[in-house]
């Protein structure tokens, strides 16, 4: 097939720390930038119940791609890409105007092309093709991958929904089919009347387990149901040196907690309740005290924030269960009935309890309180949109889903790939699970590298609504970022420079690095 770019005039245009050519004519080889104005994104398809297949793209023209229209100036298109672990695989990024058919606008010259980033790239990775700000303002647009050596590809997905735009339409080997791409397009769009920069800063949240406690046993030691013995030891107080279990109830350890949360300027606790104990959800001896402790903290909040010496206020939400094993195996038991009655206690319990400050206290989305599932990735979209029983106190939230830190989820394990781009809400995580895990497999913290690249790869790009961390103290999963000994783990990761020093802060001094730089840059736009 013969590629039009290869006889048109090129310009080089540097995106941040690789290197993509422009095929424009009035490319001037400036800075691909990404501005932060107000982001948005299209999901060119949403997961169903149908199976995901790799498609290869041979190194013989092999194409594959998607046509769509958005409404705002497109700054790049995320792609989920395999390449069969041959890291020498690569492919080149086409973005064309469409015009009338695929044969008429592929024999024109494209908008974009990017050498560049499907080059040796890592295997199942969702890869960013950047696209300079003002190349493809808003329109409708057909882009392209071709593979160029070795075995890369795309994944495609068989029954998959309409993402949001209803007119897209997939391409294989240069003819529609029915399998849809995982792919999604964003970019920026100024509303009438705003700022430049899109106003305030993201608000950043952590998720915060309350699980831990030494009596009536030491959970520590005998870790409920499957879960392993934590072998983390935090630090529990400025005392230098006090590395030690704790009890998630103790007032002084709650108190520390806050403390380093307000210097960290995050804006609100997500308490990770997701293994039951809400609104007769899952209720056993474990989750109730989960929930317990959980409340312990919101009373804590409460006197924190009461404090007028305390400047910075923290607010706080919820993450509860819709958990498939529950609703899946009891007849009659749906999924909506999972979600409305834990949204009924938060609401009653949480939300408008005064003892934990009511209302103002809990941390609101667009209005709403936010109140975040578990469980499967369409447990809000799905499960709860076609739910036919009440729904009362499920329409009082923003409720959001956390599975896999996939397009617009709060958490939970995020994959090797980083974080997804979202309008709303991306998800930055030190790595997750644990050495023998296989599905999903072990993210690894690789020194700090990966949690540096989740957070450098949301800053140079539009900035979403919500930073979620994944998270403040999760010893289980591997997925903390506050301060910790961690010189006993035999499961994870020991927290080491690439020198093999140990660094105990090392992921706290980054995630308060990070959001001062996320807040200083947004400033400065």
Not at 10 to 24: E, H, K, N, P
Not at 49 to 75: E, M, V, Y
Not at 351 to 372: F, Q, T
Request: glycine fraction near 10%; aromatic fraction near 14%.
């Amino acid at each position: 097939m013969a590629i039009a770019l290869l006889f048109v005039p090129l310009t080089f245009a540097y995106s941040g720390d690789r290197c993509c050519v422009a095929s424009d004519e009035a490319g001037n080889g400036a800075e691909a930038a990404i501005l932060k104005k107000k982001i948005s994104g299209i999901e060119l398809m949403v997961p169903g119940s149908g199976a995901r297949t790799p498609l290869q793209l041979t190194p013989t023209g092999t194409r594959g791609g998607a046509k769509f229209t958005a409404d705002f100036t497109i700054t790049a298109v995320t792609i989920l890409c395999p390449n069969w672990a041959n890291a020498d695989s690569d492919m080149v990024f086409y973005l064309y105007k469409w015009d009338t058919d695929y044969d008429t606008t592929i024999a024109a010259k494209p908008v974009w092309t990017d050498f560049e980033t499907g080059k040796g790239y890592q295997d199942n990775g969702m890869l960013d093709f950047e696209i300079r700000d003002g190349v493809a303002p808003a329109g409708t647009y057909l882009w392209l991958l071709e593979g160029v050596n070795s075995t890369p590809g795309f994944w495609a997905e068989s029954q998959a929904k309409v993402g949001d735009d209803p007119n897209v339409v997939f391409f294989y080997q240069g003819k529609p089919t029915s399998d849809s791409i995982v792919s999604s397009v964003y970019g920026y769009k100024k509303d009438a009347g705003q700022a430049e920069d899109g106003g305030e800063s993201p608000d950043v949240g952590i998720w915060y387990c309350p699980y831990y406690f030494t009596s009536p046993y030491d959970l520590w030691e005998e870790p409920y149901g499957s879960a392993t013995r934590i072998e983390y030891r935090p630090l529990c107080s400025n005392t230098p040196g006090d590395f030690r279990k704790y009890d998630a109830t103790d007032p002084e350890v709650i108190d520390f907690h806050l403390q380093q949360i307000a210097d960290a300027k995050i804006d609100f606790l997500l308490f990770e309740l997701s293994p039951g104990g809400l609104g007769g959800y899952r209720l056993s001896g474990w989750c109730e005290q989960n929930v317990k402790n959980a409340r312990e903290v919101c009373k804590r909040i409460k006197v924190w924030n009461d404090n007028e010496q305390k400047t910075w206020k923290i607010k706080y939400a919820i993450a509860g269960g819709c958990h498939p094993d529950v609703w899946d195996n009891k007849p009659g038991f749906a999924a909506g009935l999972c979600m409305e009655g834990p949204a009924r206690d938060v609401f009653d319990t949480f939300v408008n309890n005064p003892e934990y400050g009511g209302a103002d206290n809990y941390y609101h989305l667009n209005g709403l309180p936010l109140l975040v599932f578990w469980g499967w990735p369409d447990s809000v979209s799905n499960h709860w949109a076609n739910y036919g029983g009440d729904k009362t106190f499920g329409n009082r939230f923003a409720l959001r889903p956390a599975s896999d830190c996939q397009y617009g989820q709060y958490g939970w394990n995020i994959s090797a790939s980083g974080p997804v781009i979202h309008s709303e809400v991306e998800v930055v995580s030190p790595g997750w699970g644990h050495y023998g895990r296989a599905v999903p497999p072990y993210v690894y913290r690789r020194n700090g590298d990966f949690y540096r690249e989740c957070w450098e790869r949301i800053l140079k790009r539009p900035l979403p609504q919500i930073v979620m961390v994944v998270t403040f103290n999760d010893y289980w999963e591997n997925t903390a970022v506050w301060t910790a000994d961690t010189e006993s783990l035999t499961d994870a990761d020991k927290w080491h420079e690439k020198d093999g020093r140990p660094n105990p802060s090392m992921y706290w001094d980054m995630t308060k690095e990070y959001i001062h730089r996320m807040r200083s840059e947004y400033a400065r736009e």
